[in-house]
């Protein structure tokens, strides 16, 4: 690869060790982690030295390895590389806008790993069958699920090497959570014949616990003295007044089973409900802030399309951005911010950080 023969770029979230010492020539150390292939095998697959070296380099490089001197290797390190059809000539169904009825999913489409070519094959499959059945095409929305980040990225985005999906891609991560897929996909998922009527009669039983839950939380009071002993056992602070069950709980230290446990009242009426729902009740008061402000920045962040960033711009002062960010905002030179927002791999923080040097 550094002789020039092979051109692409190799992919970024498994670089070779020769790519790592090129690029982090600072660091000092690097670490390996020897991972046994199998319960009946001696082959041992060496984590963090993938390369293309010639295979003598990469012996030699092996054996100066403290306790890899006596190694014996089965096959040498490799290099691969990658070649795609540019995303961005499909539609948001997969389906190629040249050539109808055919859907591309997977690597084809620049992405790399194993659940990024699961979903869209998921999601090519899909909307094939509609296609064919002459139904609506199926579209997650960026607010609604990871596999909607990632296609949206790719089709609007397009990509220049391949593309991994990072919840730092996503601007609701507040809201896409492992603990709500059930509630944000199951219904959708049953009326394409996918998830079973069982299924989507739990995901509403766990809806309707959520909200009663809520309501009870919401409208419980808690006096001073009922919380006194369950709050100096744990060092907090009393309450100087009643309280509802849904305040106390935004405490930093507290969540919802010590309330349970120390308030047999509350207890009372939140026994007869499943612990997913009372989890999931928990989370969404827990994190009703931060939702809502999330909200509100992705809201700021749409509105970026008319800040200009000056030319001569000095990205090297902003020691907090991502490598990759860095490389690119430097390299495509964006000349607002809403650009810098639609560079593949530029996540959202990136963009904060950018806002506030500019001083917004
Ligand atoms: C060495 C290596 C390590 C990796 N490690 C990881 C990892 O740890 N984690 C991870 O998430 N991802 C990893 N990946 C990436 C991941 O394997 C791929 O991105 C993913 O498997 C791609 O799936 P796909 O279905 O799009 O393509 P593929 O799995 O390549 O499937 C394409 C299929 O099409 C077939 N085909 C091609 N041409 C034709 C034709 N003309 N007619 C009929 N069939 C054809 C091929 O034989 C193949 O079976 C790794 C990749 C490599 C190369």
Not at 245 to 255: G, V
Not at 311 to 320: I, N, P, S
Not at 331 to 355: C, E, F, H, W
Request: net charge negative; glycine share 6%; charged share 25%.
């Amino acid at each position: 690869m550094f002789a020039g023969r092979i051109d692409g770029i190799g992919p970024r979230y498994c670089p070779s060790i020769e790519d790592k010492l090129n690029r982090f020539a600072d660091k000092e150390r690097h670490q390996l982690f020897i991972e046994p292939e199998g319960w009946h095998t001696v082959e041992i697959y060496v984590n963090g030295f993938s390369t293309s070296l010639p295979e003598e380099i990469q012996y030699e490089a092996l054996r100066n390895i403290p306790g890899f001197a006596h190694f014996k290797a089965f096959r040498p390190g490799y290099a691969i590389e990658y070649d795609y059809f540019p995303p961005t000539q499909l539609s948001h169904t997969l389906e190629t806008k040249i050539i109808k009825n055919l859907f591309l999913a997977g690597q084809i489409n620049g992405t790399t790993g194993y659940e990024e070519a699961a979903c869209q094959g998921l999601m090519a499959g899909i909307n094939a069958h509609q296609n064919i059945n002459f139904l609506e095409p199926v579209i997650l929305d960026r607010s609604e699920a990871y596999i909607g980040v990632l296609i949206d990225d790719l089709i609007s985005k397009g990509t220049e090497e391949p593309y991994r999906m990072f919840t730092s891609r996503a601007e609701f991560r507040t809201l896409l959570r492992q603990d709500n897929a059930d509630i944000r996909l199951t219904e959708k998922s049953f009326h394409l014949g996918l998830a079973s009527a069982a299924r989507l009669e739990a995901v509403n039983r766990k809806k309707m616990e959520v909200t009663k839950i809520t309501r009870i939380l919401q409208e419980t009071s808690i006096d001073p003295t009922e919380a006194e002993q369950m709050l100096s056992e744990k060092k907090m602070s009393p309450l100087i007044q009643k309280q509802k069950a849904a305040a106390l709980l935004l405490r930093p230290n507290i969540d919802l089973s010590m309330i349970r446990e120390g308030i047999p009242a509350l207890e009372e009426k939140l026994r007869e409900f499943a612990p997913h729902s009372l989890e999931q009740a928990e989370i969404q008061l827990k994190y009703e802030v931060y939702i809502k402000k999330e909200k509100e920045l992705v809201q700021r962040i749409s509105q970026l399309e008319q800040l200009s960033i000056p030319e001569t711009f000095d990205y090297d002062r902003l020691t907090a951005l991502s490598m990759e960010a860095l490389i690119k905002f430097k390299k495509i030179k964006p000349r607002t911010l809403g650009q810098a927002s639609r560079i593949s791999g530029v996540n959202p923080t990136d963009i904060q950080i950018l806002m506030v040097y500019m001083g917004r």
